[in-house]
């Protein structure tokens, strides 16, 4: 059993900053790529930030110049700091964690429930 919990989501004002955290725990062998997609309503689910284990980062257009993904392995932790919000990021952001529960299992995507981020004024 794999859990993955994401915190920090909430109202910003355009142009403000908000970072996010999500946390995987549960029957974790190795964590290989974390990172976080958002969804606003009547729109699919995209891409915001990927990372790897070395640190080694992926961004959407978007996001880059604005967005940072990081994370912390000892604690299975992977955040996203979100500058110069504007009001087209508000959306559900969801983080997930690719994670390999047994030494010879297959990798599998795990999904977080989703935090809610506004930029509004």
């Known amino acids: 059993q794999v859990q993955v919990v994401e915190s920090g989501g909430g109202l910003v004002q355009p142009g403000g900053s908000l970072g996010v955290s999500c946390v995987a725990s549960?029957?974790?062998?190795?964590?290989?790529?974390m990172g976080w997609y958002r969804q606003a309503p009547g729109k699919e689910r995209e891409l915001v930030a990927n990372?790897?284990?070395?640190?080694?980062?992926n961004y959407a257009d978007f996001a880059k110049g604005r967005f940072t993904v990081s994370r912390d392995n000892a604690k299975n932790t992977v955040y996203l700091q979100m500058n110069s919000l504007k009001p087209d990021d508000t959306a559900v952001y969801y983080c997930?964690?690719?994670?390999?529960?047994?030494?010879?299992?297959?990798?599998?995507?795990?999904w977080g429930q989703g935090t809610q981020v506004t930029v509004s004024s």
């Open positions: 997930f964690a690719n994670v390999r529960k047994q030494p010879s299992a297959l990798i599998t995507g795990y």
């Open positions: 990372t790897d284990r070395a640190g080694m980062t």
């Open positions: 549960g029957s974790i062998f190795a964590i290989y790529t």
